[in-house]
């Protein structure tokens, strides 16, 4: 619990995080409003044909905010300190504090989880207060499975951000891969057009936790193992990098 407490101490003192925390917990909510104004209009006009994924859409896409969360949870350990400070890096310290290195990865993963999770619970209730605010009557009724559908997602990206970083020790390819992946263009979503391989990758599987789409490959809970099982892989296979690596190296 000591380890755990002193990687959430660590992870608040950090300047980026709290772009993680704005991003994560109003994103959602200004992509889904904007969603709402669209569909309002749709709905006036006759055609609308998608309230009921309105709000998920910004779930999906507000996803960034763990994205920082789980990479800046290690990059930041491997940064070189100012030669004021002796021009170290944090993770020596770390690592003479906490002896064993399980047990600080543990810690680490552990601080990343709950402040992913209770950041996605403040997106939810930012982007169904949006939902509701704008559509008022015709707001779309939250299902609370995709709701934790939503949360589970949150939690295995932030994970898979860390145990990425983890291997790369650099924020930098992680960071670029996985907001552009998750926002401006999904690797997986083309990739599923060409083979159904596509489908078990874990942003693709991740994602049939909670959004509606029209080529749906897994139910929601097949989806949910498939990410963890991601998850578990990459994790473990990082572990045991980190176990071998020199930390001076």
């Not at 990687?7 to 991003?23: N, Y």
């Not at 109003?26 to 309002?40: R, W």
């Not at 998920?56 to 920082?68: E, F, W």
């Not at 993963?109 to 992913?116: E, Y």
């Amino acid at each position: 619990m000591r380890a755990f407490n002193a990687e959430l101490s660590k992870l608040f003192s950090l300047p980026g995080i709290w772009l993680a925390f704005l991003l994560g917990a109003f994103a959602p909510a200004v992509i889904a409003a904007l969603d709402s104004i669209a569909e309002k209009d749709a709905i006036i006009a006759g055609v609308s044909t998608r309230l009921s994924e309105v709000g998920y859409i910004g779930l999906a896409l507000g996803v960034q905010g763990v994205i920082i969360l789980g990479v800046l949870a290690v990059s930041s350990e491997y940064l070189t300190e100012s030669s004021e400070s002796g021009g170290g890096q944090q993770i020596t310290t770390s690592l003479t504090v906490v002896s064993s290195r399980f047990l600080f990865l543990l810690a680490k993963a552990g601080a990343v989880t709950v402040i992913s999770i209770l950041l996605c619970i403040v997106a939810i209730m930012t982007t169904v207060s949006a939902t509701h605010l704008i559509l008022g009557e015709y707001a779309p009724a939250f299902e609370w499975s995709k709701l934790i559908g939503a949360v589970c997602y949150w939690t295995f990206t932030a994970l898979l951000a860390l145990g990425i970083t983890l291997l790369t020790k650099n924020g930098i390819i992680p960071l670029a891969v996985l907001i552009i992946n998750s926002s401006v263009v999904s690797f997986s979503v083309l990739l599923s057009k060409v083979t159904k391989l596509a489908f078990y990758l874990p942003d693709r599987a991740g994602a049939e936790m909670f959004m509606f789409t029209s080529d749906r490959f897994h139910t929601p809970f097949t989806g949910g193992v498939v990410m963890f099982a991601w998850v578990a892989v990459i994790f473990i296979v990082a572990a045991i990098v980190f176990h071998r690596r020199d930390v001076a190296s």
